[in-house]
T-cell receptor, first 109, second 114 residues
Framework: KNEVEQSPQNLTAQEGEFITINCSYS?????LHWLQQHPGGGIVSLFM???GKKKHGRLIATINIQEKHSSLHITASHPRDSAVYIC???????????FGTGTSLTVIP | KAGVTQTPRYLIKTRGQQVTLSCSPI?????VSWYQQTPGQGLQFLFE???????NKGNFPGRFSGRQFSNSRSEMNVSTLELGDSALYLC?????????????FGEGSRLTVL
């Protein structure tokens, strides 16, 4: 079964805190995407990873292929980071995305 | 550079009707993929078109179909609507293979089936 699990489901943080969101998957993948969805529905693609680590501003994404795990880190969190973060994977055996259920992040000023 | 445009943004239909949604990709992007998002199932992949050909397809019944035109604009159609088809339908465009390249999403079309 092509499962993608995210944790935590909900996260509340104080402004300035370091945040980690996790994504685990079950079999080998070709690529993993991290997406951000703000209230109202619009989705922004944050990162696409197939190995290693990527950084963009205060956001860092890492992936460990052997452990089948990826993390999204937010440094110095800000209320505008409040959103739902979703990971999506493309398995080696498939040709479609499978999505995690999302992590709802609220950053309090 | 204009983003991905989806129309209509909101629509209400009744069971048994059909609906057509439109997606205009970013200029120069040849790949358009479609997704369904519901509170119960989350995001699910519908299908992906590249240069007017369906390249990839998710696990949805045949009532869900799509097509892509020569200008890369895409439409998806849902026939014989069911209550469970109520969802936010998102499309995304990509200049390369969307399954491994960057995706640019539209704002979505919110469908309510009564």
């Amino acid at each position: 079964k092509n499962e993608v699990e995210q944790s935590p489901q909900n996260l509340t943080a104080q402004e300035g805190e370091f945040i980690t969101i996790n994504c685990s998957y079950s079999v080998g993948i070709s690529a993993l995407h991290w997406l951000q969805q703000h209230p109202g529905g619009g989705i922004v693609s944050l990162f696409m990873l197939s190995s290693g680590k990527k950084k963009h501003g205060r956001l860092i994404a890492t992936i460990n292929i052997q452990e089948k795990h990826s993390s999204l880190h937010i440094t110095a969190s800000h209320p505008r980071d409040s959103a739902v973060y979703i990971c999506a994977v493309l398995y080696l055996t498939g040709n479609q995305f499978y999505f995690g259920t999302g992590t709802s992040l609220t950053v309090i000023p | 550079k204009a983003g991905v445009t989806q129309t209509p943004r909101y629509l209400i239909k009744t069971r048994g009707q059909q609906v057509t949604l439109s997606c205009s990709p970013i200029s120069g992007h040849r790949s358009v993929s479609w997704y369904q998002q519901t509170p119960g199932q989350g995001l699910q992949f519908l299908f992906e078109y590249f240069s007017e050909t369906q390249r990839n397809k998710g696990n949805f019944p045949g009532r869900f179909s799509g097509r892509q035109f020569s200008n890369s604009r895409s439409e998806m159609n849902v026939s014989t609507l069911e209550l469970g088809d109520s969802a936010l339908y998102l499309c995304a465009s990509s200049s390369s293979d969307p399954l491994v390249g960057e995706l640019f999403f539209g704002e979505g079309s919110r469908l309510t089936v009564l």
